[in-house]
């Protein structure tokens, strides 16, 4: 399996519900370095994973969704804890919708599946991995 892998980063404010959280149930600031990796099983017939120059202009278009936004105001994420893993999922399921809409070029459709990866700091991320099927459609892998 071939990968190729993009960063790059996210602000966001947001609280979370649950006693599980202590303090972090107040409203607080967090910074993400933010991983997306592409994986196919060949490559495609300019011999790349995906145009890392498309890959890098969609992560930050999806990223720019969120950027410097309280998420606890955004609809999407009504009545949900904004978790680093919850994070994680949107973003590689946006990114699996730009794939199917053909936002990363025609050669993305051979696409296997998307990682994205936050880290939350040098010693802690969390990831979520979706395969993608034909034409960027896929079922999550869980």
């Given at each position: 399996?071939?990968?190729?892998?993009?960063r790059d980063h996210i602000m966001?404010?947001?609280?979370?519900?649950?006693?599980?959280?202590?303090?972090?149930?107040?409203?607080?600031g967090a910074t993400f370095v933010?991983?997306?990796?592409?994986?196919?099983?060949?490559?495609?017939?300019?011999?790349?994973?995906?145009?890392?120059?498309?890959?890098?202009?969609?992560?930050?278009?999806?990223?720019?969704?969120?950027?410097?936004?309280?998420?606890?105001?955004?609809?999407?994420?009504?009545?949900?804890?904004?978790?680093?893993?919850?994070?994680?999922?949107?973003?590689?399921?946006?990114?699996?919708?730009?794939?199917?809409?053909?936002d990363f070029g025609a050669g993305?459709?051979?696409?296997?599946?998307?990682?994205?990866?936050?880290?939350?700091?040098?010693?802690?991320?969390?990831?979520?991995?979706?395969?993608?099927?034909?034409?960027?459609?896929?079922?999550?892998?869980?």
């Amino acid at each position: 399996m071939f990968s190729v892998t993009v960063r790059d980063h996210i602000m966001v404010a947001h609280s979370f519900r649950g006693e599980v959280f202590g303090p972090a149930q107040r409203l607080h600031g967090a910074t993400f370095v933010v991983d997306a990796t592409f994986r196919r099983p060949d490559l495609d017939d300019d011999g790349v994973v995906v145009d890392i120059g498309l890959a890098i202009e969609q992560l930050k278009a999806v990223l720019g969704e969120l950027n410097y936004r309280n998420l606890d105001d955004e609809p999407a994420f009504a009545g949900t804890n904004t978790t680093t893993e919850v994070l994680a999922r949107t973003i590689a399921d946006r990114l699996a919708d730009r794939v199917h809409a053909g936002d990363f070029g025609a050669g993305a459709y051979g696409l296997a599946g998307i990682t994205v990866t936050l880290h939350e700091s040098h010693v802690a991320w969390a990831s979520y991995e979706r395969s993608l099927g034909p034409g960027g459609a896929g079922e999550n892998l869980a």
